[in-house]
């Protein structure tokens, strides 16, 4: 049947039939997702909420925006992309995520939580303006009513006088366990299933932001969600509605179903051997050290199980936290319980740290509190695209002043480094991949601003990398190019920030290459070439400094801080003309 | 009284000398924020509450966060600083914001709206892991409520398992008068004043979170607070409470009573001239272009008249939204309007839009959606300090893809830009500082990716600036060395990214100095390095371009931009030896 559906073709089908499209499009799902990799319980969830919204609602004429993404894959199958369903998340097939590229039927790109709600009033205010009409629908799971930007966009909703349906899919799952006051809430208004009226007077709290609230609703029983799906269908046009319904994480697999964790994503394990993973490592390194030293804390956002972490959270339950999907939030806890003199460990994913820029330079590097990140998923991280990979990290952190950035070269190293990192009375950044491939056999101690030589080399060639994989292409390459008589020396430049300026300066007339899985702009690589052309004769900066700027008037720090024409006059009256 | 006070003698004091404590305090703060600038209203109505709380709090054992901080004027005067209080905010003088480096009655620094609960729950954890005592204070005005991160950190109240007592400071206002739902809210619980019974049935979401809500009190009433706290200081042990206050933003100051949010903030202009605000052009020539744009619309958060906006939103309420302290939920709606064919313009100040920063990389950037960044007090913003200096966003923009950068030279420039940028498909972000000073000669079609020569010289220096203060510095330093017989060449920088490398390849042979109101690192400097160094023979940078890397195995994508041991030794066996 998946063969040549489209949504359109779904609205002319008996509900037998669609019954029969959503087992399809369930075992589909779980073939493709085995070979393929990917989501996979997130997705066996929302099949027949899906089938419903394409039988009910007229997209591409309508909007529907997934939160994080991660539950589109029906959507996908049966939106003119089944055909190429078999290629997701492949190099050139469909993505894994919606896409806008890619569809009509994906309005809006998703990856990250929190977002859809905010996506979809901007789309309805649009609407608005422009004198259009159709309905707009965000899909979110409860995981991510946690994160502050649904508060956020719920609490503009009644200023932006718009009107959108916001179904909130509540499974009990972030990819952890939902965690936090709002998932409690939830449960109370799941819980009340026969007493309406009870249910009507805890709503309040939607109805607050302007919402009328509706649930609870089986979101697995495709009768009862188009009868509901077509009801609220027409008071779309006079108000705003929170459709609350339950789903099952993994429905119809059982395996997923009694695992919705280790099933959220499912990963196809590459021909290279994995010697361990640095989730692993640094789960059993940190539990360790705490034993030893009780100042030490970890914070999560709703993902300890991926982070290596569960046996710490096991073993130090007090010392431990995960806050749900608050990225923000877990920063600051972080910095203001390093405030008062403990040793906290934020663990995150490359790609989800972006969300604590502002309190990484602030709460932890503006008052330089040892906060350790531990970034997880740093680099390419593949099959899940653009708004998955961890290539940013190195280029948002590198201008932070007060901050060092370690990468370890394999999880041998990486174990030595949180060792190190306990001692260390500042804030520091680890980045690091998933997947630990090889152990290089150098082994020396771990000291900020040092690096290691991991191949001496007679030549003019000098390749600097940081990290596992920049390393491994570089050791690679090194010992093909001595078979054709170049001889390669290899750094590795354990520590991004600061550089090891006694070994660069030994490199000046060296013919140097720098390797790393980050982009250039704001990467190693760029420090590098600030390096040499700081003291180059060929390029001058005059730029601030690796320092945090305090108070005083404009023009004075400016001059403080080497932004002054005498500072630039006499430069230029010295440099050789 | 001020002159010797501590925080301690408060305690000693009687209600009468409290009072007039607080008449000398308010005096003081308006005499010193009329000399040295800073926040005025905001600490106008605070004097109160802060005398009350050292009245009845114990601090520095207790521990007092104050959101943003720029309420803690008399926090200052009163905890052993009223002897350095008129040095507030000038150089080498103590900080307009809370600093732990300054005194130990400031355990937290703020700067940014919404941190307080996250950080006072950081700190009340931390005393419960070391079995600590001592009492945990958030004050947070209503204008933070509106942030996200608020709503983060309540709903990980109950997860955290302690106690806090967070002092909701409400006085309608944010530096615009604060907006949407939650404000809504807080009023409906202000105006039960005479129904205690209706309020705590109100009281309802606070509960939901573990809080005990407690309110609406006379925050101006130093007889009430000190009743009050001393009340609520007995319950801390056992729970955790919101004290909701209302104060008078301004209070004691007739005029600031009168205009709370145009004396926000007092500048203190300098002796130099300025030709026009940044903020003025922007909300002129924004409006003129909207007249005959009807696509263009325009979002703040809650700044709109600092922003220069205050007309546009008059003009086109139905294509203007303040939504409130809600950075992150601005970013997202102005790229969903974009999705929908819209031209929006978040307007926000540099410092702010850190917040956004995960956004503008997948909302804006990823999609490739036509949002214009309108980044206003960019660069060193002065007094108020690190937390307020305008000095990362060319860091933390310029490895994104797909951003086109532009920094106008002056305001007439900035005009340019503007009309150009109604043209402009594709995101865009324009940096400027506050005061426009002067207006350079040149004028010249705005394309991206090219400069403009501001000065010929006739030798080998090239100085390259971007922005209107280090051209300044540029052409005064041209013009001083041209007496010395130095000719100088002086280029207007005016997109930091696409550069202008056809501009660029003919300066090889040339002696380049860069200028920037911004970090070095990450920042114009850093990208002109990048590109002599990629094109040198000195150095050669493998890591990723200047594009967002989509899904595919990690091996095949890495290779694929440019990370591969085949193109590391190709480029070593074809390179100089």
Redesign the interface.
């Known amino acids: 049947m998946l063969d040549n559906i489209s949504s359109q073709q779904i609205k002319k089908m008996t509900l037998p039939q669609l019954s029969a499209l959503c087992e399809e499009a369930r075992q589909k799902i779980i073939s493709t997702v085995f070979k393929n990799g990917g989501h996979l319980s997130s997705n066996l969830g929302t099949v027949e909420l899906t089938v419903a919204l394409h039988y009910v609602f007229d997209f591409p004429k309508d909007k529907l925006v997934f939160d994080v993404g991660h539950q589109c894959y029906t959507h996908k199958l049966i939106s003119d992309r089944a055909d190429k369903f078999e290629s997701i998340?492949?190099?050139?097939?469909i993505?894994?995520f919606p896409k806008?590229e890619e569809s009509p039927y994906d309005?809006?790109?998703t990856?990250?939580a929190g977002?859809s709600v905010?996506?979809?009033?901007?789309?309805a205010?649009?609407?608005?303006?422009?004198k259009k009409d159709f309905n707009a629908i965000a899909v979110i799971g409860d995981g991510s009513f946690?994160?502050?930007?649904?508060?956020?966009?719920?609490?503009?909703?009644?200023?932006?006088n718009t009107r959108v349906l916001v179904i909130l899919n509540d499974n009990g799952m972030s990819i952890s366990p939902t965690?936090?006051?709002?998932h409690?809430?939830l449960e109370i208004l799941s819980e009340d299933d026969a007493q309406k009226e009870k249910r009507d007077k805890h709503a309040?709290?939607f109805e607050?932001?302007?919402f009328k609230y509706d649930g609870v609703y089986d979101g697995n029983n495709l009768a009862e969600m188009i009868d509901k799906l077509t009801e609220i269908r027409e008071r779309l046009s006079r108000e705003s509605i929170i459709l609350h319904i339950v789903t099952k994480k993994g429905k119809g697999y059982e395996f997923c179903e009694d695992n919705p964790e280790a099933t959220h994503g499912i990963s196809i394990s590459?021909s290279d051997s994995v010697s361990e993973e640095y989730s692993e490592v640094l789960g059993r390194t940190l539990t360790r050290c705490a034993e030893k030293n009780e100042k030490i804390?970890a914070v999560t956002a709703a993902m300890t199980t991926s982070l290596g972490l569960g046996g710490f959270f096991e073993k130090f339950p007090?010392?431990a936290?995960?806050?749900?999907i608050?990225e923000?939030?877990a920063t600051?806890?972080?910095?203001?319980?390093a405030?008062?003199?403990?040793k906290p460990y934020y663990a995150v994913y490359s790609t989800f740290l972006?969300?604590s820029?502002?309190?990484i330079?602030?709460?932890i590097c503006?008052?330089n509190l040892p906060v350790t990140l531990c970034i997880d998923r740093a680099?390419?991280?593949?099959?899940?695209?653009?708004?998955h990979?961890g290539?940013?990290d190195l280029?948002?952190l590198?201008?932070?002043p007060n901050l060092t950035i370690a990468v370890p070269k394999d999880v041998k190293e990486f174990e030595r480094m949180i060792e190190f990192s306990t001692r260390f009375n500042a804030p520091l950044a680890i980045r690091y991949?998933r997947a630990g491939k090889l152990i290089f056999k150098t082994s020396s101690p771990i000291i900020p601003g040092k690096w290691e030589v991991l191949k001496e080399g007679s030549?003019?060639?000098v390749?600097l990398a940081c990290g596992e994989?920049?390393l491994t292409?570089?050791m690679?390459?090194a010992q093909?190019?001595q078979k054709?008589g170049?001889e390669?020396k290899v750094v590795n430049a354990r520590f991004v920030k600061p550089l090891d300026k006694d070994m660069l300066d030994n490199l000046r007339e060296s013919?140097?290459?720098?390797?790393?899985?980050?982009?250039?702009?704001?990467?190693?690589?760029?420090?590098?070439?600030?390096y040499?052309?700081a003291s180059?004769?060929?390029?001058?900066?005059?730029?601030?400094?690796?320092t945090?700027?305090?108070?005083?008037?404009?023009?004075?720090?400016?001059a403080e801080?080497g932004?002054?024409?005498s500072a630039?006059?006499g430069?230029?009256?010295n440099?050789?003309?």
């Open positions: 998340r492949k190099k050139d097939g993505s894994g806008r309005c809006y790109n990856g990250h977002t905010s996506a979809i009033l901007g789309i205010k649009a609407r608005d303006i422009e946690n994160n502050g930007l649904i508060y956020e966009a719920f609490n503009s909703l009644r200023l932006l965690v936090g006051s709002m409690e809430y309040k709290i607050r932001f302007g590459s804390v007090d010392r936290v995960d806050v749900g608050c923000e939030h600051i806890l972080c910095a203001s319980m405030s008062m003199g403990l972006q969300r820029y502002d309190e330079v602030l709460d503006s008052q680099g390419i991280s593949g099959s899940d695209g653009e708004t990979q290539v940013f280029s948002f590198s201008s932070i991949p030549g003019n060639f390749i994989r920049a292409l570089a690679s390459s093909e190019l054709s170049i390669v013919h140097i290459v720098t390797v790393e899985d980050n982009m250039l702009i704001g990467g190693f690589g760029s420090l590098i070439n600030n040499f052309c180059g004769k060929l390029i001058k900066n005059f730029a601030y400094g690796d945090f700027i305090t108070h005083g008037g404009v023009e004075s720090l400016m801080h932004l002054s024409c630039i006059i430069y230029i009256q440099a050789d003309r």
